[in-house]
């Protein structure tokens, strides 16, 4: 079952009694850890039971799943929008957006960049409209904002040689590829389009693993961040409290294995059976909570933050492509307990890095002034280990716990309270440094 688990999610909502066992073992895990005590007497058939009845009043508002595009999305709210297309070094075209101005006119000089995280995209930043969306907070405020794609994501599916649907070659990446090659590749467009000599960077998730890679190993990079901020930030992972990499990690080279003899690189992907499967579970009223609560279980809970209802919206979404690759390299950070690079096994080992064990990332040599704004509920990124990181950190600015005992992972970007929670701090931020 364990294996079947790590291969695909699809089982836990296909299979309502295994789920339902499953839910059970989460129950005693989340109980089991003295942290999540007082978090854990809401169980999870609790979460199921009060979000159900809010199902019966709003699942016709967003009944069907989402499938509007980016451009569509900013350009229902009537935002200027701009898009571009760059290759990296290593072939992959990924595509970016820009929003130059919001409807304030507002025009201060300052450029940011914002990068998603695992199983998302730039629409993260823009899904929920004006009043959600950071992006959208961020061009108000007078800033100019692009936001990056990364490699096999729905928008960045294209290679210059390599067929994602074909060819298994193009999805043997990382997101020790991302830092090496797509994100300074799209800092250098943002600079070169723009004619800044320095931006602002956001991450999330994901999308601060890679710049701390791409700072640790191209360092010349650092002099090209203003700022650099890190939201629910990953790089050591040997505490996180996910049920759902916890149970993965300890088989992750088998599940590798697994993946590659079945031709599965691409880990669940955005088009095919599994995501018809999983799309119309997500558009009925109970499908919609078993979707709520696999996010719950990859990466913490907060019932009050995300609505039952715009479940299916996030899901016409998610996931947005990657590879099978980044979350088996996660699993090895759990595994390891160092932030350290993709571990091919020995023999391969020796051939990539001349050395049996993967060489670790070195933080030393980030200089970018750095924040981090991390949560005491995520259970990707436990307090412990940005705790860590952030003693690593040569130049750290600011090391922010936000306030709210049950702040989640993806509250981030999809909560309802992300505005004045976050995006109020990030303003701060931008605006001292």
């Excluded at 830092?179 to 943002?190: K, L, N, Q, S």
């Excluded at 149970?247 to 059976?273: H, R, V, W, Y």
């Excluded at 099978?324 to 020796?350: P, W």
């Excluded at 981030?412 to 001292?432: C, H, M, Q, R, W």
Aim: with cysteine; net charge negative; proline share 5%.
């Amino acid at each position: 079952m364990r294996l079947i688990f790590g291969i695909t999610f699809v089982t836990i909502f296909v299979d309502f009694g295994v789920k339902s066992n499953f839910i059970n073992d989460i129950e005693k895990f989340v109980k089991s850890d003295q942290q999540y005590q007082e978090i854990a007497e809401k169980s999870f058939k609790q979460v199921i039971e009060e979000q159900g009845k809010d199902i019966v009043s709003q699942a016709f508002e967003f009944g069907e799943i989402s499938t509007e595009r980016l451009p569509e999305i900013v350009n229902r709210y009537g935002y200027p929008l701009e898009s571009y297309y760059v290759t990296t070094e290593d072939g992959y075209i990924l595509n970016i957006f820009r929003i130059p101005y919001g409807k304030t006119g507002k025009k201060i000089g300052k450029v940011v960049l914002l990068q998603h995280g695992l199983f998302l995209a730039s629409t993260d930043y823009v899904l929920f409209g004006p009043q959600q969306g950071l992006a959208y907070i961020l061009a108000d405020n007078g800033y100019d904002v692009w936001m990056m794609n990364c490699r096999g994501n729905i928008y960045s599916r294209n290679h210059t040689t390599f067929d994602p649907d074909k060819d298994k070659e193009f999805w043997m990446y990382s997101w020790h590829e991302i830092g090496i090659y797509d994100t300074p590749r799209a800092i250098d467009f943002v600079l070169e389009k723009t004619g800044n000599k320095t931006l602002y960077h956001i991450g999330h998730s994901q999308g601060t693993t890679a710049f701390y890679v791409m700072a640790s190993m191209k360092p010349e990079y650092n002099e090209k961040i203003e700022h650099h901020i890190s939201l629910a930030p990953i790089a050591f992972m040997q505490h996180l409290y996910s049920p759902v990499m916890r149970i993965m990690s300890p088989s992750a080279f088998l599940i590798g294995e697994t993946m590659d003899s079945l031709g599965q690189f691409e880990f669940i992907p955005n088009k095919g059976p599994l995501k018809d499967i999983m799309s119309g579970l997500c558009s009925e009223s109970l499908g919609t909570v078993l979707c709520k609560n696999f996010l719950f279980l990859a990466a913490g809970f907060t019932p009050n933050q995300i609505n039952a209802s715009a479940m299916p919206i996030i899901f016409g979404h998610y996931p947005a492509g990657e590879s099978t690759r980044q979350v088996l390299h996660y699993c090895q950070e759990y595994n390891s307990g160092k932030f350290a690079q993709y571990d091919f096994g020995l023999i391969k080992n020796m051939a990539t890095y001349k050395r049996i064990s993967p060489p670790e990332y070195d933080l030393s040599q980030i200089s970018t002034p750095i924040s981090i704004i991390y949560s005491s509920n995520d259970w990707l990124s436990a307090t412990i280990d940005v705790e860590k990181l952030a003693k690593m950190l040569p130049n750290l600015k600011l090391d922010y716990l936000v306030p709210i005992p049950t702040w989640s992972h993806l509250d981030f970007v999809f909560g309802n309270d992300a505005p004045s929670v976050i995006y109020t701090k990030v303003l701060e931020i931008l605006s001292t440094y």
